[in-house]
């Protein structure tokens, strides 16, 4: 078993202590399509927000922690996948801002961030953009000191409630990134689709939105790099969320089994019941040793432990389907009724499979990494 060290679980009780304080709301807080102001106010009494910015701008240490990011995101996700998003889109959001914006920039927002006065979006797919981003058609010139955008963002986290949102852009032959303020003049927002998960998303029109050059997010046309750089920081968290939702599933499949009762005994000593509970449990101790490996390698060399990182993401979260699934199973016909919590687990393990990238796309990643020779 991956050990944590007392720093990590001080913040893992911090966190533990978040979501039991959200769990007697968190049915209410997971179908909010809009900021919950209950769990934001608690997000930012708590102060974990603080992980995900530097300490120079009000964050809690130099230099954002992978680990620390997956203790608190695994603790956040078993009871409430709306503050498991809060807290880790204030990090996902931010994080292009924090490598590659200028000082002032940064002083402007991420003290804000920090304590949840902002909220962070990050805009990168588009209508018919999703996974192959270098595809994306949103456009940005300059135009003496300012920055001209025009496009369109689509399925948006945060859409329509972040405060800002590092934008992907084209900017002649490369691709940028811009910081655009929620209020900006000519950027449109509307309500983005319905999921079966309940989710903040929001579709985002630029209609010739000009903000200051200094909003401009590192160098131009080499926005590729922060991109990467988020994914290898932040990609392991969504690993970490997998983890917690299966540890989630499988506490309320053991509750149903020890407490009811078939063919005169407890349903947990029912062969088939039994075996499906301890396979479960073997994927939820697996998956969660592999998430903090791959957290911790990340930590010193995100991008050079890119590949783990992703294996984390495709292990947990497809681990975490087939545990929920298996929970729904074990709990019978309660376990089909609209409303109940394992019921929301189940329709929230479906999203983890596909954004912060698609078991598909990482594993043919994988595969081409693999061919080229690495180990």
């Known amino acids: 078993m991956f050990d944590l060290s007392p720093e990590h679980r001080e913040i893992q009780a911090t966190a533990r202590a978040l979501a039991a304080a959200v769990e007697p ?6 179908e909010y399509v809009e900021v919950h102001p209950k769990v934001r106010e608690l997000l930012a009494e708590s102060g974990l927000a603080r992980h995900v910015v530097p300490a120079a701008y009000g964050g809690a240490s130099e230099t ?14 078993y009871s409430s996948a709306h503050l498991d998003s809060m807290f880790g889109m204030q990090g996902v959001g931010s994080y292009s801002l924090a490598v590659g914006g200028s000082d002032e920039l940064k002083a402007q927002w991420l003290p804000k961030v920090a304590a949840v006065e ?7 797919t588009e209508p018919d953009v999703g996974s192959d981003l270098r595809a994306v058609t949103t456009t940005m010139v300059a135009d003496g000191d300012e920055l001209v955008v025009n496009g369109r963002k689509s399925f948006i986290t945060n859409g329509g409630a972040a405060d ?11 691709w940028s990134m811009v910081l655009v303020p929620g209020n900006a003049p000519g950027l449109s927002i509307e309500r983005g689709a319905d999921l079966i998960a309940p989710h903040i998303l929001g579709e985002l029109t630029f209609t010739d939105v000009r903000v200051p050059a200094g909003n401009r997010l590192g160098v131009p ?4 790099s922060l991109m990467l750089q988020t994914l290898a920081v932040f990609r392991v968290t969504v690993a970490a969320s997998g983890v917690g939702l299966a540890q989630a599933a499988l506490d309320e499949a053991k509750a149903h089994a020890l407490a009811r009762e078939q063919f005169g005994r407890p349903l947990i000593e029912l062969g088939a019941v039994a075996q499906k509970l301890a396979q479960s449990w073997t994927d939820v101790e697996a998956a969660r040793a592999f998430v903090y490996r791959a957290a911790a390698l ?9 590949d783990y990182s992703s294996m984390a993401k495709v292990h947990a979260t497809e681990a975490a389907a087939a545990v929920v699934d298996r929970s729904v199973q074990t709990m019978g016909r309660f376990g089909l009724v609209r409303g109940s919590k394992i019921e929301r687990l189940y329709r929230n393990a479906r999203p983890l499979r596909v ?13 081409r990494r693999l061919a080229k020779g690495a180990r």
Do not use: N, Q, W
Request: glycine content about 10%; charged content about 25%; some cysteine.
């Open 164 to 174: 800002f949102y590092c934008t992907l852009v084209r900017e002649g032959e490369g």
């Open 355 to 367: 954004y912060e990238g698609a078991t598909e796309v990482l594993l043919d990643s994988l595969a």
């Open 221 to 224: 046309g080499k926005a590729f």
């Open 25 to 30: 709301f968190a049915d209410e807080a997971d």
């Open 64 to 77: 954002l922690d992978p680990l620390t990011l997956a203790v608190v995101r695994e603790a956040l996700m």
């Open 118 to 124: 902002a909220i962070a979006g990050l805009a990168l």
């Open 298 to 306: 990340a930590k010193d060399d995100p991008l050079g432990h890119l």
